[in-house]
């Protein structure tokens, strides 16, 4: 059973940094795109990044290019999402998701989500 446990989130003031954790459990990921959704109060959920685990190719949102960062720790099973340059429009809850084998942006392709942690960014 594939578990997904997210951390890190907060209230940062703009211009600053957080770093979301997202914990892997019960599957041997190596095979699988691991990806960062948002959904803000009253809009859509978006995606932010993603990338392959065991193959140094990511993606990012326009929103984010150049100021966010998708990595992983193979040993702890963990992806992380540094986010810098913070601003108040990134206030969400964000998602950490994972999908077998292909990189996709497509959140309706992704079986497995966390509860989300909340990034609060105030101006």
């Known amino acids: 059973q594939v578990q997904l446990v997210e951390s890190g989130g907060g209230l940062v003031q703009a211009g600053g940094s957080l770093r979301l954790s997202c914990a892997a459990s019960?599957?041997?990921?190596?095979?699988?795109?691991m990806g960062w959704f948002r959904q803000a109060p009253g809009k859509e959920r978006e995606f932010v990044a993603v990338?392959?685990?065991?193959?140094?190719?990511?993606y990012y949102a326009d929103s984010v290019k150049g100021r966010f960062t998708i990595s992983r720790d193979n040993a702890k099973n963990t992806v992380y999402l540094q986010m810098d340059s913070l601003k108040p429009e990134d206030t969400a809850v964000y998602y950490c998701?994972?999908?077998?084998?292909?990189?996709?942006?497509?959140?309706?392709?992704?079986?497995?989500w966390g509860q989300g942690t909340q990034v609060t960014v105030s101006s």
């Open positions: 990338m392959q685990w065991s193959v140094d190719r990511s």
């Open positions: 019960g599957r041997t990921f190596s095979n699988y795109a």
């Open positions: 998701a994972a999908r077998p084998f292909i990189i996709s942006t497509a959140q309706d392709e992704y079986p497995y």
